[in-house]
């Protein structure tokens, strides 16, 4: 449990965090139109007659995006509800051609589900926490403005107008920036698991409303403040931090909390007010008489739970238990789908070519993507999605090393190859001339060479200095141009050395 | 000769497909009627060209040898509440005035389709909110009738589908669209002796009719005969992916079988709709209905709809709260008027666009719907209102367990003058007494013409059926028409 506590002049703050996260469908048309939701087209491309609410037209639910949120709330272990209900969200705004967002306010289509959170994934002894979801609801997203392109007008971008989001509201369970940081990144990798939402913050695919309150332990929750749209993890920490410690110098200095909307300004840091809950909107939420009721079936549903793929959780457990990777390790690989993805590809394939489980080969696996490819990425500024090298020559460059074709030193040397080409390592290795040899008869040659041009060392050695021992390991990897198996050239010089 | 603008449409159909007259000179009489009825302001704007153009299509079709569309050679009116692919679609309003869909109503393409021609788009209360066709921006439509004894008053063609009803009684069109959300095509046809009827909701898709209340929005076709009905209702009904509260059903075959015989029917006569003070000649009407069903073979029974006397304020909730959020998208930022006073905000821009925009009886229905729909009176209004309205339904339910059909009058009394009850919206509103119940429980019902009134002036009756029963309700209407012998016509003035 998180002991995250501000120390203020009168003792101890609790903070007590929730989060609203709403979550950009992934489908190829709108929740109640045809229209394509491509990120990025131009102005107004995007739009057809539905989301730009002309006169008579009606919306139609796109069965998609129904699936995609059942999806989700089945991947949070969640109650999915068999009948749900769209409302209307009334207000006037220029980016809400229909005057009402289709929302669900009185009946969401998912209900309660848990998320669980790690709060230090490279700890392996750190503690675990549920942070309970409260519901999931599908909704319309509105266009946006652009106060931009004219002196005295705004502009309408209706491109957006009508594409689906779902609105993940979690429970106020959290209690420091760091566990709303976890919860955040966790809920995100689940929707790129599931496919449900690319998860892309930068493009404003998910954001979090950020609602925080201070009380002291043990007393009643607090009034809370509602921080809007914040797009990254890292600002949802960084609100967290500065709403709740704002909220104790207000308190402390005898002020009170008001209930309010508020925006956060990432360049100072500081959340704003925008309003207070006196000129809150007053939604006139009714059940949208355009559309009739949600009925899910147990086929439809059946089907839904059917396509889910294995979830972080039981992946990180697995990769754990029957591959045998390190706590650090599992989590590392799991915490991002694609990255599992190219993982489990590269186990695959080098199990498939050693002809071993891939259990024997998990851990090498690993160790080369984490250490070897991702060194290298960073290095060349690219991502495992842009790597030069793929998973299928990954795994018969580990192949290489297993079956003693090349040392790990000459592996080193055909990746950065492999890098700059995009060879196959089989190829490099044959082109290059850098099989690794265990011919005896020519390492023995090298081994004399060695200890004959360094007779005082071999004194020395000879007279209890052993940790030269390497030092004529190293002189005959050097002469033999570091082909040369390292075990037998470990074998031969022990032996020279005692001959 | 005939004069071709007084056949039914049943009668054009045939008239064209045995070759007694072409498609053009069909067109070409209706397009004169339309021209020389200014007077009536039946029309927002006349499409001849349109008519003509369909008209000749079918013509050379015919030529051809092709099989006939079901409308083929049919000239009609179009209620300017369905968007229309290139021609103006106003909903009678200032806010949609110059207005161009770049797109076509589902129901008007399906007349199009099945070979109707467009006269023009008819005028109407504006947005579909009135009875009486005085809420029009572009003016109120007249009835061709007129009281006996040299009354000159202009009367009222009944709302909203006014322009529907007083073209089609006038002989400007052989019928027309209407829609309904609580009685705009029956209370209009009672008015000037048609009959039209509204079917079961979600029997017609309302994509690309402009939206009044969602939940009760209905189209349905107007016409002088319960046929003439029949025909365009098969052409308007059908599933449609694009409206989601449509049914997804096959359309019956209600004009194949059409039949007068009610033997073995038993029809309902709700006692809630005889309340102390009912109009002498109405209430008389009605019990000649009832001589005219039980002649027709069906037996009568006394039912009861306990929950009549709420389903007036009922409507008023929901249909205000419904069309308050229908009519939002109306803010002058994408289309239709836009009102930008000098240094105007957003807000400045929203208040002057929305206060030119709308007439008087819209902005009233807007602000009783955000009323009833605001915290703090939701549950007692909105939430109560679905109660009731579900109670509504059961009573209706119930009473079809003992009968068949109900015969009930359309509306309270016969057409008034214009401005007679413009003061009082409230007493407008009781025009819809009698329709407002089937339209909450989204029943098919029609206006029938039974007679005239000691003043001159048509009354109607309502026949009222079972979901997904419109062949009942044809039928029995049919029965009534048959004996009414209703042929009375006003005289022209105009």
Partial sequence: ?499 | MTNLTDLTVAEIRDGFRAGDFSAREVAEGFNANVAAAKALNAFIVETPDKALEAADAADRAKAAGETPGALAGVPIGMKDLFCTKGVQTTAASHMLEGFVPTYESTVSGKLWAAGAGMLGKLNLDQFAMGSSNETSYFGNVISPWKRGGGDNAALAPGGSSGGSSSAISARLCPAATGTDTGGSIRQPAAFTGISGIKPTYGRCSRWGIVAFASSLDQAGPMARTVRDNAILLEVMSGFDPKDSTSLDLPVPQWEANLSSDLKGKTVGIPKEYRPDGLNAEISAMWDRGIEWLKDAGANVVEVSLPHTQYALPTYYIIAPAEASSNLARYDGVRYGQRDLPDGAGLQDMYAATRAAGFGPEVKRRIMIGTYVLSAGFYDAYYTQAQKVRALIARDFELAFEKCDLLLTPTAPSSSFALGEKQADPLAMYLNDVFTVPASLAGLPAMAVPGGLDAAGLPIGLQVIGKALDEQTVLNASLAIEERSGFTARPDKWW
């Avoid at chain 1, 999806?71 to 409302?87: E, L, V, Y």
């Avoid at chain 1, 889910?308 to 991002?336: F, H, I, M």
């Fill in chain 1, 1 to 499: 449990m998180s002991d995250y506590r501000i120390q203020g002049a009168t003792g101890e703050w609790e903070v007590v965090i929730g989060l609203e996260v709403h979550a950009q469908v992934t489908s190829n048309a709108k929740l109640f139109s045809g229209a394509a939701t491509a990120f990025g087209a131009e102005p107004n491309t995007q739009v057809s007659l539905v989301d730009a609410a002309m006169p008579g037209m009606l919306p139609v639910p796109n069965r998609q995006c129904i699936r995609q949120a059942v999806r989700t709330g089945m991947a949070i272990d969640a109650q999915i509800n068999k009948w749900s209900r769209f409302d209307r969200k009334n207000y006037f705004y220029a980016d809400l051609p229909q005057g009402y967002q289709i929302s669900q306010l009185y009946h969401p289509i998912v209900g309660e589900g848990q998320i669980e959170i790690v709060l230090d994934e490279k700890n392996p002894d750190s503690s675990t926490k549920v942070i309970g979801v409260e519901r999931i609801h599908v909704e319309q997203d509105a266009g946006k403005l652009m106060h931009d392109q004219h002196p005295t007008s705004s502009y309408v971008d209706l491109n957006r107008s009508g594409v689906a989001l779902m609105e993940i509201v979690s429970k106020p369970d959290m209690r420091s920036p760091a566990e709303a940081g976890a919860y955040l990144s966790k809920l995100r990798t689940i929707l790129r698991y599931v496919g449900s939402c690319d998860g892309n913050m930068d493009q404003g695919s998910m954001r979090a409303d950020v609602n925080v309150s201070v009380r002291k332990p043990g007393e009643e929750f607090g009034t809370r403040t509602e921080t809007k749209n914040v797009n990254s993890v890292r600002f949802v920490m960084a609100v967290v931090e500065h709403e709740a410690n704002r909220q104790v110098d207000v308190l402390e200095a005898g002020g009170k909390i008001v209930q309010e909307t508020r925006l956060y300004d990432p360049d100072r840091n500081e959340t704003r007010s925008m309003r207070s809950k006196e000129d809150a909107h007053d939604y006139r939420y009714f059940p949208d008489p355009d559309l009739l009721p949600l009925v899910l079936d147990d086929v439809f549903l059946d089907e839904c739970r059917a396509s889910l793929p294995e979830l972080p959780d039981v992946k990180r457990k697995r990769y754990e238990q029957a591959l045998g990777l390190s706590a650090y390790n599992a989590a590392t690989l799991t915490a991002d789908a694609d990255t599992a993805r190219w993982f489990e590809t590269l186990v695959a394939e080098a199990a498939r070519i050693q002809g071993k489980s891939e259990s024997d080969v998990a851990k090498a696996s690993a160790n080369w993507l984490l250490s070897e490819l991702y060194g290298a990425l960073n290095r060349l500024g690219k991502t495992l999605e842009t790597s030069p090298v793929g998973p299928t020559d990954g795994a018969e460059l580990l192949a290489l090393v297993a079956d003693g074709t090349i040392s790990g030193t000459i592996a080193k040397q055909v990746f950065e190859i492999m890098l700059e080409t995009g060879d196959k390592p089989g190829k490099i290795v044959e082109e290059k001339g850098l099989k690794q040899t265990s011919d005896t008869g020519a390492i023995e040659a090298a081994v004399a060479t060695v200890l004959a041009n360094n007779a005082d060392k071999v004194e020395q050695y000879r007279g209890g200095k052993e940790a030269l021992f390497g030092f004529f390991v190293g002189q005959t990897m050097k002469a033999m141009q570091g082909k040369a198996n390292p075990q037998v050239v470990n074998e031969l010089v022990k032996k020279a050395l005692a001959g």
